[in-house]
């Protein structure tokens, strides 16, 4: 049969050539196929149809792949091949039922077999032409086969020796020169476990294993993050510690593993050879149940790492046992209250009522918590309803998801029904405070009196219904100066200084005739002297309440004329504007800027220039009765007494030792104030700390950007200053006078210092002499003679003005004067430690300090003696004696029990004088090391003595204006190690160590904060000032660690962006800072979120002022109202308002004269000054 039918006439091969040439068959030998025969073409399609017939038997075979010669005769018989060939057909029926399984799993199944892919892949066709030709081969004759069909030989079919069953298949495959691999079928399959392979140099060799099915699996499995929902459920879950119930409490160093013995090793040993099965795995091997006894620990740790059924039965035990706490005791508020903050933890969790088989498909929404949470307390308060605790959070609650005013309906019920209790109206006027759709400055100012009238009720005792509470008279002297407050930062200056002298009137020159009469009787006495014109306290001639009553009665005052003539210092309307070529808002900001600061005092008619009411331009720089009767209250504890005076006084701008109340301090916090340092980098040592500083004085009231204009007030406000003083000191003899003088001549240095500051030099001129002539004029009284703490402020004040061999003879003056107490003397020690300061703060370094005046003024405070003055050396036995003279007052001090009486106060100032002479001492003479220990020492035994915290209870309420021991000691010891550094090499790390650790005892400490951002900002890393911020934050209320984090942050920026700006070049940036405008915006909105930071206006003025800076105008835009929801009565928001979107002037103004804030010039007038 010719293989091209066009050329049948070719011969066969094989047949003799017939009718032809030699050379013609050489010509067509190329069309014939010598391999091909027509025998083994109908035997194939014989067997082929054999095969479709039979049905395969399955018995097991086990196949050898032994190849034998293809052209020799095979030693096996003709039964045999018979036989191998009917096996060799199931085993192809096998090899394609195989196939089509694999088909039919697809890709899934790789992982179940792992081919070798070669360069060249072969398609299908060619693969299936290849196994057809072999299962043709496989079915020849022994005469014609060529093919496989003697390659595989069955065991159980040989007869012969095993020896002779393998065989060696020397010849080639063509194939396998074809395909360049061998053919997949005649690999046997595998499964691969890892990578590697056996017998390979791992060092040499490697094999890399390419499988596109292994890469398809790949892809379709990604990785999952930790914000899908299995991993936020494992991670909102807390964490078990890995552990028996039976091990000991303490922790140990490592996870210990159980080990359990069994009962009997002997049966073990046939199962368990090699001892590498677990208890359990054993006994199951050996047929036998689990001993749940003997398993005990390994089920419980076994039960504690399933998470699934543990952390449920967890929560479950947690809420039956509330449930049961506020079933056995619903009189329990505390055991009510934590089943609400309960309802947090249980909601991070997964539910532990779904069942087994049903997954968490419930929304964990805050609504949901939310009526949770309610739900508790309404049956809270079912229990128990009269507590104001539960109604208070369930209130709180009710601010989520009720509107404004079904709110203040809820408030308005709770009020009716607890009018006695003072905790609860200052939350509820800071609630109606804050509520920007229902304000107005009017309705808030009378409702503080109706407030104050009604505690004032209680308090006489007029109101049956209720008892007085204890803490009363103190909560309203607070609602008091809060309500001043108040007024002040809505730019109702006038009515907040009429408040003060009212009540100061009402309070300190009371008519012994009505002192016995209700608060309310007292009030309608007071109401004629009030309208009758008299001069008030910080007027000229003003002689209080009880001499007008007294000259009433006798025939009223005779009117003399005064001899006055100083010129006012008026400006006229047409120097207000400066320069007209000024933008719009920028003139208003400066008008309205300018009559804050002076027309900040109550205007009252002159009767010597016939002035009658109706001469008053601003009718609202009139203060009518009825807008303060109603706050005016009794105050009969001295203490209080003396807060209100020490509060007024603050008020003015006068720096005091007082504070003001936790229950107001942040709502009254509205100037940036406290990022100042006062000359705390040159002088770290005498650095002054302003006692209240964040809070605008009264007639300072500027946007962010412009700061103060001025120093001080002007003319009528100095004065107004300088005739209360006088006033007060008719008032106190003695001491409190002393104390007086002490803060008039505080009030000029603090003026002093912030000449300094803006380095004004004449005006520092003008200032230094006027007050150096009052600081002469105090000392020149006799009470005053002999206070050392006015002698030593007069020396401080000739210190700062530079004059400082004029400040050494005061010192030295003073020194001589104060005898001979020594140690045991207070403000001795006080006197003889500023002045050592003054003088280590000159040295340039510590060599040769031993021979220093500094030294010589301490070593003559420990001698007790004489003081005389430095002559230029200093005794080395002196030094030796002055230490352990030290050395022993510091131990007696430190050994002595305290006490809780009047003395502790003195007790506490002197030990920190003390220690700080001891301390300075220490460090001249032996180094910073000496000095540390000192402080360390002290450090220790304080702690040691008791938390010294701050109690606003009336009986010690003078303790509160007072900085603690420790407190105190901590800022000493930074100040020294701050001086240290500054002019010698010094590590970071105590400074650093000493003021995280204070920091965390005084959260709320400014000069603390200031020294920590101070350092910080030279560290290249900001990772570990960010980790203790964010531990502080969340360990304290206080906002001062918000805000020092958010300032912190703001250096940082600046300091990169001056170096990425810097004109110098190339600049590789040592500072490689990315985020840090996101990350600031975050501390601001988690810092508005907290429950201080919410109404504190300093933090939104902050907030409004970063993002103008970074021109984002649409966003500032949106969080000004955003600032007015939570403060808007701050005026200072609306003016920074102004300035930042100057387009929306008018817009703005109307908002402040819809809330009725003051408006000191209008549009309309601003409009008519422009014209002229």
């Given at each position: 049969?010719?293989?091209?039918?066009?050329?049948?006439?070719?011969?066969?091969?094989?047949?003799?050539?017939?009718?032809?040439?030699?050379?013609?068959?050489?010509?067509?030998?190329?069309?014939?196929?010598?391999?091909?025969?027509?025998?083994?073409?109908?035997?194939?399609?014989?067997?082929?149809?054999?095969?479709?017939?039979?049905?395969?038997?399955?018995?097991?075979?086990?196949?050898?792949?032994?190849?034998?010669?293809?052209?020799?005769?095979?030693?096996?018989?003709?039964?045999?091949?018979?036989?191998?060939?009917?096996?060799?057909?199931?085993?192809?029926?096998?090899?394609?039922?195989?196939?089509?399984?694999?088909?039919?799993?697809?890709?899934?199944?790789?992982?179940?077999?792992?081919?070798?892919?070669?360069?060249?892949?072969?398609?299908?066709?060619?693969?299936?032409?290849?196994?057809?030709?072999?299962?043709?081969?496989?079915?020849?004759?022994?005469?014609?086969?060529?093919?496989?069909?003697?390659?595989?030989?069955?065991?159980?079919?040989?007869?012969?020796?095993?020896?002779?069953?393998?065989?060696?298949?020397?010849?080639?495959?063509?194939?396998?020169?074809?395909?360049?691999?061998?053919?997949?079928?005649?690999?046997?399959?595998?499964?691969?476990?890892?990578?590697?392979?056996?017998?390979?140099?791992?060092?040499?060799?490697?094999?890399?294993?390419?499988?596109?099915?292994?890469?398809?699996?790949?892809?379709?499995?990604?990785?999952?993050?930790?914000?899908?929902?299995?991993?936020?459920?494992?991670?909102?879950?807390?964490?078990?510690?890995?552990?028996?119930?039976?091990?000991?409490?303490?922790?140990?160093?490592?996870?210990?593993?159980?080990?359990?013995?069994?009962?009997?090793?002997?049966?073990?040993?046939?199962?368990?050879?090699?001892?590498?099965?677990?208890?359990?795995?054993?006994?199951?091997?050996?047929?036998?149940?689990?001993?749940?006894?003997?398993?005990?620990?390994?089920?419980?740790?076994?039960?504690?790492?399933?998470?699934?059924?543990?952390?449920?039965?967890?929560?479950?035990?947690?809420?039956?046992?509330?449930?049961?706490?506020?079933?056995?005791?619903?009189?329990?508020?505390?055991?009510?209250?934590?089943?609400?903050?309960?309802?947090?933890?249980?909601?991070?969790?997964?539910?532990?009522?779904?069942?087994?088989?049903?997954?968490?498909?419930?929304?964990?929404?805050?609504?949901?918590?939310?009526?949770?949470?309610?739900?508790?307390?309404?049956?809270?308060?079912?229990?128990?309803?009269?507590?104001?605790?539960?109604?208070?959070?369930?209130?709180?609650?009710?601010?989520?998801?009720?509107?404004?005013?079904?709110?203040?309906?809820?408030?308005?019920?709770?009020?009716?029904?607890?009018?006695?209790?003072?905790?609860?109206?200052?939350?509820?006027?800071?609630?109606?405070?804050?509520?920007?759709?229902?304000?107005?400055?009017?309705?808030?100012?009378?409702?503080?009196?109706?407030?104050?009238?009604?505690?004032?009720?209680?308090?006489?005792?007029?109101?049956?219904?209720?008892?007085?509470?204890?803490?009363?008279?103190?909560?309203?002297?607070?609602?008091?100066?809060?309500?001043?407050?108040?007024?002040?930062?809505?730019?109702?200056?006038?009515?907040?200084?009429?408040?003060?002298?009212?009540?100061?009137?009402?309070?300190?020159?009371?008519?012994?005739?009505?002192?016995?009469?209700?608060?309310?009787?007292?009030?309608?006495?007071?109401?004629?002297?009030?309208?009758?014109?008299?001069?008030?306290?910080?007027?000229?001639?003003?002689?209080?309440?009880?001499?007008?009553?007294?000259?009433?009665?006798?025939?009223?005052?005779?009117?003399?004329?005064?001899?006055?003539?100083?010129?006012?210092?008026?400006?006229?309307?047409?120097?207000?504007?400066?320069?007209?070529?000024?933008?719009?808002?920028?003139?208003?900001?400066?008008?309205?800027?300018?009559?804050?600061?002076?027309?900040?005092?109550?205007?009252?008619?002159?009767?010597?220039?016939?002035?009658?009411?109706?001469?008053?331009?601003?009718?609202?720089?009139?203060?009518?009765?009825?807008?303060?009767?109603?706050?005016?209250?009794?105050?009969?504890?001295?203490?209080?007494?003396?807060?209100?005076?020490?509060?007024?006084?603050?008020?003015?701008?006068?720096?005091c030792t007082s504070k003001l109340f936790p229950s107001n301090l942040y709502i009254a916090m509205d100037e940036n104030s406290i990022f100042d340092s006062v000359l705390s980098d040159e002088k770290p040592l005498t650095s002054v700390g302003?006692?209240?500083?964040?809070?605008?004085?009264?007639?300072?009231?500027?946007?962010?950007?412009?700061?103060?204009?001025?120093?001080?007030?002007?003319?009528?406000?100095?004065?107004?200053?300088?005739?209360?003083?006088?006033?007060?000191?008719?008032?106190?003899?003695?001491?409190?006078?002393?104390?007086?003088?002490?803060?008039?001549?505080?009030?000029?240095?603090?003026?002093?210092?912030?000449?300094?500051?803006?380095?004004?030099?004449?005006?520092?001129?003008?200032?230094?002499?006027?007050?150096?002539?009052?600081?002469?004029?105090?000392?020149?009284?006799?009470?005053?003679?002999?206070?050392?703490?006015?002698?030593k402020l007069y020396a401080y004040l000739e210190w700062l003005l530079g004059n400082i061999n004029d400040a050494r003879k005061v010192f030295d003056t003073a020194l001589s004067?104060?005898?001979?107490?020594?140690?045991?003397?207070?403000?001795?020690?006080?006197?003889?430690?500023?002045?050592?300061?003054?003088?280590?703060?000159?040295?340039?370094?510590?060599?040769?300090?031993?021979?220093?005046?500094?030294?010589?003024?301490?070593?003559?405070?420990?001698?007790?003696?004489?003081?005389?003055?430095?002559?230029?050396?200093?005794?080395?036995?002196?030094?030796?004696?002055?230490?352990?003279?030290?050395?022993?007052?510091?131990?007696?001090?430190?050994?002595?029990?305290?006490?809780?009486?009047?003395?502790?106060?003195?007790?506490?100032?002197?030990?920190?004088?003390?220690?700080?002479?001891?301390?300075?001492?220490?460090?001249?003479?032996?180094?910073?090391?000496?000095?540390?220990?000192?402080?360390?020492?002290?450090?220790?035994?304080?702690?040691?003595?008791?938390?010294?915290?701050?109690?606003?209870?009336?009986?010690?309420?003078?303790?509160?204006?007072?900085?603690?021991?420790?407190?105190?000691?901590?800022?000493?010891?930074?100040?020294?190690?701050?001086?240290?550094?500054?002019?010698?090499?010094?590590?970071?790390?105590?400074?650093?160590?000493?003021?995280?650790?204070?920091?965390?005892?005084?959260?709320?400490?400014?000069?603390?904060?200031?020294?920590?951002?101070?350092?910080?900002?030279?560290?290249?890393?900001?990772?570990?000032?960010?980790?203790?911020?964010?531990?502080?934050?969340?360990?304290?209320?206080?906002?001062?660690?918000?805000?020092?984090?958010?300032?912190?942050?703001?250096?940082?920026?600046?300091?990169?962006?001056?170096?990425?700006?810097?004109?110098?070049?190339?600049?590789?940036?040592?500072?490689?800072?990315?985020?840090?405008?996101?990350?600031?915006?975050?501390?601001?909105?988690?810092?508005?979120?907290?429950?201080?930071?919410?109404?504190?206006?300093?933090?939104?003025?902050?907030?409004?002022?970063?993002?103008?800076?970074?021109?984002?105008?649409?966003?500032?835009?949106?969080?000004?109202?955003?600032?007015?929801?939570?403060?808007?009565?701050?005026?200072?928001?609306?003016?920074?308002?102004?300035?930042?979107?100057?387009?929306?002037?008018?817009?703005?103004?109307?908002?402040?004269?819809?809330?009725?804030?003051?408006?000191?010039?209008?549009?309309?007038?601003?409009?008519?000054?422009?014209?002229?």
């Amino acid at each position: 049969m010719a293989l091209f039918p066009a050329f049948a006439d070719a011969a066969e091969p094989g047949e003799p050539p017939t009718g032809s040439s030699e050379g013609s068959r050489k010509e067509l030998d190329w069309l014939s196929n010598p391999s091909f025969s027509t025998e083994d073409a109908l035997l194939l399609h014989q067997r082929t149809t054999e095969v479709a017939n039979l049905v395969p038997e399955k018995s097991p075979l086990i196949r050898t792949t032994s190849r034998s010669d293809l052209s020799g005769e095979s030693d096996t018989d003709e039964s045999l091949k018979q036989s191998s060939k009917k096996r060799k057909k199931k085993k192809k029926k096998h090899h394609h039922y195989k196939k089509t399984k694999k088909k039919t799993k697809g890709d899934s199944s790789s992982s179940s077999e792992s081919d070798l892919d070669t360069k060249h892949n072969q398609d299908k066709a060619t693969g299936s032409g290849r196994s057809h030709e072999k299962e043709a081969a496989a079915n020849l004759d022994k005469k014609t086969s060529n093919l496989t069909s003697e390659r595989f030989v069955w065991l159980d079919d040989i007869q012969t020796s095993t020896a002779e069953t393998f065989r060696i298949d020397k010849k080639p495959d063509p194939a396998n020169w074809a395909y360049k691999s061998l053919y997949r079928g005649d690999i046997a399959r595998y499964k691969r476990r890892g990578e590697s392979c056996l017998g390979i140099d791992a060092r040499k060799q490697c094999i890399i294993w390419d499988s596109s099915s292994s890469k398809k699996k790949q892809l379709q499995r990604h990785p999952e993050r930790y914000f899908t929902k299995t991993n936020v459920k494992m991670l909102n879950t807390d964490g078990i510690p890995v552990c028996s119930k039976n091990s000991p409490s303490d922790a140990t160093a490592f996870i210990p593993v159980f080990h359990i013995e069994t009962d009997d090793r002997s049966d073990t040993t046939e199962v368990n050879p090699l001892g590498i099965y677990d208890p359990s795995t054993t006994v199951w091997l050996q047929g036998k149940g689990c001993k749940s006894a003997d398993l005990e620990p390994v089920n419980t740790q076994q039960a504690i790492q399933e998470p699934g059924i543990n952390v449920n039965s967890i929560l479950m035990t947690k809420v039956e046992e509330h449930n049961r706490k506020v079933r056995e005791n619903p009189r329990d508020i505390d055991a009510w209250m934590e089943f609400v903050s309960f309802q947090d933890e249980l909601m991070r969790g997964p539910s532990p009522y779904a069942s087994k088989g049903e997954h968490e498909v419930r929304r964990k929404s805050l609504k949901l918590i939310l009526e949770k949470k309610l739900a508790i307390l309404e049956r809270a308060i079912e229990s128990n309803p009269s507590n104001v605790d539960l109604k208070l959070a369930r209130l709180k609650l009710c601010a989520e998801f009720w509107e404004p005013p079904a709110l203040l309906k809820e408030w308005q019920k709770l009020i009716f029904l607890h009018p006695n209790n003072p905790e609860l109206w200052k939350k509820y006027l800071l609630f109606c405070q804050s509520q920007f759709t229902t304000f107005s400055v009017s309705k808030i100012n009378s409702l503080y009196g109706k407030c104050l009238t009604t505690l004032a009720a209680v308090q006489d005792g007029s109101m049956v219904s209720h008892p007085l509470l204890p803490g009363t008279e103190e909560a309203m002297l607070a609602i008091f100066i809060q309500q001043c407050h108040f007024l002040r930062q809505a730019g109702h200056s006038e009515k907040a200084v009429s408040l003060f002298q009212a009540l100061i009137d009402f309070t300190f020159f009371k008519p012994d005739s009505v002192k016995d009469l209700p608060t309310r009787g007292q009030v309608e006495f007071f109401e004629p002297f009030w309208d009758s014109g008299e001069p008030r306290i910080g007027e000229k001639g003003a002689r209080g309440w009880k001499a007008w009553m007294h000259q009433q009665e006798k025939g009223g005052w005779v009117t003399l004329k005064s001899d006055d003539d100083d010129d006012e210092e008026d400006l006229d309307e047409d120097e207000e504007i400066k320069d007209k070529t000024l933008p719009k808002w920028h003139i208003w900001l400066d008008i309205e800027y300018s009559r804050e600061a002076r027309h900040w005092l109550p205007w009252r008619p002159d009767k010597t220039k016939k002035e009658t009411e109706e001469d008053c331009e601003d009718p609202e720089r009139q203060v009518l009765f009825d807008d303060l009767g109603p706050s005016l209250i009794r105050l009969s504890n001295p203490n209080l007494q003396h807060q209100l005076l020490y509060s007024f006084l603050q008020f003015l701008g006068v720096p005091c030792t007082s504070k003001l109340f936790p229950s107001n301090l942040y709502i009254a916090m509205d100037e940036n104030s406290i990022f100042d340092s006062v000359l705390s980098d040159e002088k770290p040592l005498t650095s002054v700390g302003l006692p209240l500083s964040g809070f605008n004085s009264i007639g300072h009231m500027d946007t962010m950007r412009r700061r103060r204009h001025h120093i001080g007030h002007y003319k009528e406000g100095e004065e107004f200053i300088q005739n209360v003083f006088h006033a007060l000191y008719l008032l106190f003899p003695g001491k409190e006078k002393s104390n007086l003088s002490f803060f008039w001549l505080q009030y000029e240095i603090s003026k002093v210092v912030q000449c300094l500051q803006v380095k004004k030099k004449k005006k520092l001129k003008a200032q230094g002499k006027k007050s150096k002539r009052l600081a002469k004029n105090l000392l020149k009284a006799p009470d005053n003679r002999n206070h050392l703490s006015l002698w030593k402020l007069y020396a401080y004040l000739e210190w700062l003005l530079g004059n400082i061999n004029d400040a050494r003879k005061v010192f030295d003056t003073a020194l001589s004067t104060a005898g001979t107490g020594g140690l045991k003397s207070p403000q001795l020690c006080s006197l003889t430690l500023l002045y050592a300061q003054l003088e280590v703060e000159l040295l340039e370094s510590t060599e040769g300090a031993v021979m220093s005046r500094a030294v010589h003024i301490l070593t003559k405070l420990a001698e007790s003696g004489p003081y005389v003055p430095y002559s230029g050396q200093v005794l080395s036995v002196n030094v030796l004696k002055a230490r352990k003279t030290y050395e022993h007052a510091l131990q007696d001090y430190l050994s002595k029990v305290p006490i809780p009486d009047q003395n502790q106060i003195s007790d506490a100032d002197q030990l920190v004088n003390l220690v700080g002479c001891y301390a300075l001492f220490q460090y001249l003479t032996v180094g910073i090391d000496a000095a540390v220990s000192v402080y360390a020492q002290a450090s220790e035994k304080l702690k040691a003595s008791g938390p010294q915290k701050c109690k606003n209870d009336g009986e010690n309420f003078d303790i509160q204006n007072f900085p603690t021991a420790l407190e105190a000691v901590t800022l000493l010891h930074t100040n020294l190690l701050r001086f240290h550094m500054k002019i010698s090499v010094y590590p970071l790390n105590p400074l650093r160590e000493a003021l995280t650790e204070a920091l965390k005892r005084y959260p709320s400490n400014q000069s603390l904060w200031r020294s920590y951002i101070h350092i910080q900002r030279k560290s290249h890393s900001a990772s570990k000032a960010r980790r203790f911020f964010d531990g502080v934050t969340r360990s304290t209320n206080s906002l001062e660690p918000w805000l020092f984090a958010i300032q912190a942050e703001q250096m940082r920026k600046k300091l990169i962006e001056n170096v990425q700006r810097a004109d110098v070049g190339e600049i590789h940036s040592t500072l490689p800072e990315t985020g840090l405008t996101n990350r600031i915006i975050a501390l601001f909105e988690h810092a508005v979120q907290t429950e201080n930071g919410t109404h504190c206006p300093l933090l939104w003025r902050m907030y409004l002022n970063f993002l103008a800076s970074l021109g984002k105008k649409e966003q500032s835009k949106g969080l000004f109202y955003k600032a007015l929801q939570n403060c808007p009565w701050a005026k200072v928001l609306y003016m920074d308002a102004v300035e930042y979107f100057p387009d929306h002037l008018q817009e703005t103004l109307d908002l402040m004269t819809e809330k009725e804030l003051r408006v000191r010039i209008p549009m309309e007038e601003l409009d008519l000054l422009l014209e002229v």
